[in-house]
């Protein structure tokens, strides 16, 4: 019996310590190519990313994996897709509020087109933005023509990763099968499917950020941040200090800005769509004074990374500025009727 043609790429990886190797790019590129043709067998596939797991992938390979990604998926974008910011939303919430959606909203509503995209229920115990977006009575895009008449229509679209790469979806899915996750979630954040010129990134595990930087260099993008988001959502934390890893016309640099809130803040009881709802509009409070200061600082302080990333402000303090202008100046009935 011939061997299969994928099994080359299983052996480099696992051939033993001193034999086994990463990926070349071309590598990755053929592997992940054949992966979504449907030509390797789910004991490969399983075996293959398991391997790449317990190694962790380098920036070489998903290089490679995401060329291969955006070549399979480019037939399915309308071009040229109307965003401005790609947003990666992948991890879901377990502790505190997704404030990361006000922010993402916030911005669209002044004016900045976002696409984001994501998958749901691959963590037991998290809510992810494709549950949690229609409660604030917007709508889970089903094409990806839908998503760009959206984004037209009020410059923010969310679109599920089965919508227009359904192979990577069900890969991420096999999160409760292998018990571990697998480089795609890396691969999904660095995809930017809809080639908006800026992305932001948000990542788990701050070992990650050099590698998502070298990758996004390499992939050509000339504009991104990537911070240890809460949860690995693209949130701020606005109680500690936050290391953003930025690429500015192609050249990388790091940024550190200071904690907003002097003060660690306990996680809620529970997530609430109506939490934020009542934040929004002005009517939350909480058991020190005001509006809730973590919510309002985790929206403020993941807006201004973005008007940093954007070029619309030279400064930290003046991002941070813009960004509570923009916040004092939303449309506080947005959600009324929701």
């Keep these: 019996m011939p061997e299969h043609p994928f099994a080359q790429y299983v052996r480099i990886l696992g051939k033993g310590k001193k034999s086994s190797r990463s990926l070349t790019e071309a590598e990755s590129y053929t592997a992940m190519s054949e992966i979504l043709a449907g030509n390797v067998e789910p004991v490969q596939l399983g075996a293959f990313l398991m391997l790449l797991r317990v190694k962790e992938e380098s920036p070489e390979e998903l290089v490679g994996f995401i060329r291969a990604t955006k070549e399979f998926i480019a037939k399915e974008f309308p071009a040229p897709f109307p965003s401005q910011i790609d947003w990666p939303s992948y991890s879901g919430k377990h502790k505190h509020q997704p404030w990361y959606l006000l922010a993402a909203l916030l911005l669209a509503e002044h004016g900045y087109p976002i696409f984001m995209h994501g998958a749901a229920g691959h963590t037991e115990g998290r809510l992810y933005s494709e ?137 809620p009881e529970h997530i609430s769509v109506e939490h934020l709802k009542q934040l929004w509009s002005g009517e939350t409070k909480d058991q020190t004074n005001g509006n809730d200061p973590y919510g309002e600082n985790a929206i403020v302080g993941t807006v201004a990374i973005a008007l940093k990333l954007l070029g619309k402000a030279r400064s930290q303090e003046e991002a941070i500025r813009l960004a509570q202008q923009l916040w004092t100046n939303r449309n506080r009935n947005r959600f009324n009727g929701n």
């Design 131 to 267: 549950q949690i977006l229609p409660e604030l009575g917007i709508p889970v895009c089903q094409d990806l023509q839908q998503a760009a008449e959206e984004i037209k229509r009020s410059q923010f679209a969310f679109c599920p990763l089965r919508v227009f790469c359904p192979t990577l979806h069900q890969i991420i899915d096999l999160r409760n099968t292998l018990g571990l996750r697998s480089p795609v979630h890396t691969l999904a954040r660095l995809l930017n499917p809809s080639q908006s010129s800026h992305l932001m990134v948000g990542i788990f595990h701050p070992s990650y950020r050099p590698v998502h930087l070298e990758a996004g260099q390499s992939l050509g993008y000339q504009h991104m941040a990537v911070f240890k988001g809460e949860a690995g959502e693209v949130e701020r934390k606005p109680d500690a200090r936050c290391t953003v890893q930025n690429l500015t016309e192609g050249a990388p640099y790091d940024e550190e800005w200071p904690p907003l809130i002097p003060f660690r803040h306990p996680k």
